[in-house]
């Protein structure tokens, strides 16, 4: 029996339609596959973490290749250190905090202080520490505040496994970056909005030590007419900027403007776009020149800002509107990477509730997994394929936040 050509193309169609419809719709992401895929990934993530302890400990404190324990945490243990000592100018002299960082953890990588001034402060009782005791604390305190946060929307069980096991909450963990704190207070202020308005903005305030990922609250805020968390998350920052300047001197804040030239020049390192998120290294890994790449993610920022200011301006619930804000946030900035997806999970919890609650719409299953993968699909397709996806599926999940919101 043959087939004809027309029946084949018939088949093809019918069959990518069905395909279409899965994803689309996508009823086989249920709650509980869900749960047993974080199962999964928070025993591959506990395996990974014990023999990451072994590989970065092989030479003392640091991998055979120099990296040290906690590669991004040496960062913020020596300046604390430095500025405990009363040094802190030293932090953004490269070659002297380099130089320091060796006498911690031995030869490793360059790490340079790009971090303002208020992240000294806020990490200054680590310098009570020697540098193996700080990093449980570090760590600890960020997996801990981020679980009990989290816990609030998703419960404790649902949450434990997203704080192991989640691709960003991985990254974060062998890193040793400031991905659970961050996600925390910005996820954590959100949830506050409504009961301790004050709190939440002192909250907000507090990210003052990565400024850049705050750059759309202001908006969102004011579309809201939120001014008392506004003006609480302005007086954190004033207060933190303040002490920070008592405390550490002019030199200091002069030693960070001059290392914001150098913090540029990391978004032009290739060896860094496998594991940066945003418009511009999206359009770098295509080809694209620095002005044409820094023209798009500006587009992308005045976009982003646009439908945050419209979604936080309209009634809706403030799930919808905390998710949508957390990912517009890697939309607008140009420096933004795994570590940081953490806060996604807060998005992920959020839409997932609301889906939940009133019926997920097409698409919204399929958002919700990607949130939590972003970081895996995203350095995987950049490494195999030389192409960063995550401000495409981040704009695609926006979109979907922005359709439910404006359907309210």
Same mark, same amino acid.
């Given at each position: ?67 040290? =324990?906690?590669?991004?945490?040496? @960062? ?60 449980? $604390? ?55 909005? @409504? ?21 759309? &609250?202001?908006?969102?805020? $004011? ?21 920070? &300047? ?20 990391? &978004? ?8 940066? &998120? ?65 806060? =996604? ?25 990607? =949130? ?37």
């Amino acid at each position: 029996m043959t087939i004809s050509l027309p029946e084949i193309r018939a088949a093809n169609r019918r069959f990518f339609r069905r395909v279409l419809y899965s994803l689309r719709e996508a009823r086989w992401i249920t709650r509980e596959r869900v749960m047993l895929g974080g199962w999964v990934f928070a025993l591959l993530s506990a395996f990974l973490l014990v023999w990451g302890v072994g590989f970065y400990t092989a030479n003392g404190l640091t991998a055979a290749n120099g990296e040290p =324990l906690g590669p991004d945490f040496i @960062n913020y243990y020596a300046g604390a250190k430095v500025a405990a000592s009363g040094h802190a100018p030293l932090a953004y002299d490269n070659q002297r905090f380099l130089a320091f960082e060796q006498t911690i953890v031995g030869p490793s990588t360059r790490r340079i202080y790009s971090y303002p001034p208020p992240m000294m402060l806020l990490s200054l009782p680590l310098a009570l520490f020697s540098y193996v005791p700080a990093l449980i $604390v570090w760590t600890l305190l960020g997996a801990g505040l981020c679980l009990v946060v989290l816990g609030q929307l998703v419960g404790v069980r649902a949450a434990a496994f997203a704080v192991i096991g989640a691709p960003a909450a991985f990254l974060n963990l062998v890193d040793s970056n400031t991905g659970y704190f961050t996600a925390s207070l910005l996820g954590g202020g959100l949830m506050l909005l @409504n009961r301790r308005p004050i709190i939440a903005g002192i909250c907000f305030g507090c990210l003052a030590y990565k400024p850049h990922l705050g750059l759309l &609250l202001p908006i969102a805020l $004011v579309a809201e007419a939120r001014w008392r968390t506004f003006a609480a998350a302005g007086a954190t920052v004033a207060v933190l900027a303040l002490a920070s &300047l008592a405390l550490f001197g002019t030199g200091t804040w002069a030693g960070f403007f001059d290392q914001m030239a150098v913090n540029r020049s990391l &978004l032009d390192m290739p060896v860094l776009w496998n594991w940066l &998120l945003t418009v511009y290294v999206a359009a770098r890994e295509l080809g694209a020149p620095p002005v044409l790449s820094y023209t798009l993610q500006t587009a992308s920022a005045a976009a982003a800002l646009a439908v945050i200011a419209i979604v936080w301006h309209r009634p809706g619930p403030l799930e919808i509107k905390a998710a949508a804000l957390a990912v517009a946030i890697f939309l607008a900035t140009p420096y933004a990477n795994g570590n940081d997806a953490v806060v =996604l999970l807060f998005a992920a919890a959020w839409l997932g509730r609301e889906g939940m609650r009133t019926g997920f719409l097409n698409w919204e299953r399929l958002a919700v997994v990607a =949130l939590l993968l972003l970081p895996l699909l995203a350095s995987t397709a950049a490494i195999f394929a030389g192409i960063q996806l995550a401000p495409f599926v981040l704009w695609l999940v926006l979109a979907l936040l922005a359709r439910r919101a404006l359907l309210q």
